[in-house]
């Protein structure tokens, strides 16, 4: 059994601990590089210590600077403090202040350019408004005056010339969701710029990925749970956490299903971090009704209809693996026929648009089929099916895994006689 965190209750040291940690360990940011400060309801900003390795952190490394100035720790409180404190004046809204250096984002930072959150319209929602500042010096006032600007005039996210990003929240929690969700988009642009040209949504389609229609369900009180639903559920914990590590998705992208025997089913909830999900917060669905106290996914009715239309499928995964959402956003074309072992896995891929994910799920369910398995979902997810959670995972795992090597192999056919690979 996993355990739910209750992030609100951590003391704040320990949250920078933990975040900073979850941030080195997913690439997002170097050794010294990076730093994350929360302000407490006394003033106290908590902040990451100066020259001391993100990757090993504890408790009593992290500095508490008062409001009169004075440093209660044995560290130095890190150089970008200043910065920190800028923008806590700037949005009194804002508790957590996080700074990092992702290595798409930063690369959007040396281009002076921002991403397109048009592109996947879920992250757009997430992310909130984005600017940019301009150059300065670490440490200087001209960056903390640079970044603060971009705060005051409402951005969440200030992305950093030449430098990195920087994320304001009201809780170091949410600072981090948007900060890897952005970092993810930020991915999936580069990726598919080498294989197309991007395409985003139109802007009259952006408000369907904010639907609520799923909100319509009635209350499930169940009367029990039984030993298969209670399997079932350790083992999509298990499986998402899984797909969290092998970077599958980001944070809150990921909608992962599995049919029970009596034909209901267990659905991950909407808009949480599925890198903490514990057992009980899944959410069971029987009948058109939805566990009593939680909110599922808002893909739950396009689950529900594949169910009904599809008795050989028992699991549904969607999510946001950055090389096959490349495919996604670009139209290209993507046909596993060139792995002769990949299409084994996936046979005939096929996609549905945008709108049709929101508009038309009864259509989008009557794609699958026993050739069908995996969904390209334009400017949204990938959706693999199959037997059983894991017989899904593996299509879900195979769809990335091969979109990564024809895409390497268009670069390399490309650089060697100027054709390409389909």
Known sequence: MGFTVRFDLLHPADQIVMMMGRIYKGGLTTTLGGNLSILDDN???????S????????????????????????????????????????????????????????AF???????????????????????MSEYALPGSKALSDGIAAGFEKGADIVIMQNHGVCVGANSLFDAFMKFETLENTAAIEIIAGRLGTPRPVAESEIGLAATQDHLTMDDLIPDGHDPEECAARSDMIALIRRSYRQRLFAGAQCT???????????????????????????VLIKNGKNEQGKVPSRYVKLHELIYQNH???????????????????????????AIPESYINLQQ??????????????????????????????????????????HAFKRLEAAETTAQSLLEARSLVRRGDGSSVR
């Open 256 to 282: 992962y299903s599995a049919r029970l025997s009596d034909g209901s089913f267990l659905i991950t909830p909407c808009g949480t971090d599925c890198a903490y999900l514990d057992e009980p917060e899944l």
């Open 43 to 49: 003033g106290d900003i908590w902040i990451t210590p």
């Open 349 to 390: 891929v096929q996609r549905a648009s945008f709108s049709e994910m929101y508009l038309q799920p009864d259509l989008v369910a009557n794609i699958f089929s026993e050739r069908t398995s995996v969904l390209i979902c334009e400017n949204s997810q990938i959706l693999a099916t199959g037997s059983s959670p894991l």
């Open 109 to 131: 930072s040396v281009a002076h350019r921002l991403p397109d959150m048009n592109l996947i319209p879920g992250a757009r929602h997430t992310c909130g408004v984005i600017s």
């Open 311 to 337: 008795p050989q499928i028992h699991s549904i995964l969607g999510a946001s693996p950055p090389h096959a959402m490349a495919f996604a956003v670009t139209g290209e074309p993507f046909d596993p026929r």
């Open 51 to 106: 020259g001391v390795d993100k990757g090993a952190l504890t408790r009593n490394d992290i500095c508490c600077v008062k409001p009169d100035a004075t440093v209660a720790s044995r560290h130095s409180p890190s150089v970008e403090l200043p910065f920190h404190a800028s923008v806590y004046r700037s949005r009194p809204d804002l508790r957590a202040v996080l700074h990092a250096h992702p290595p798409h984002l930063v």
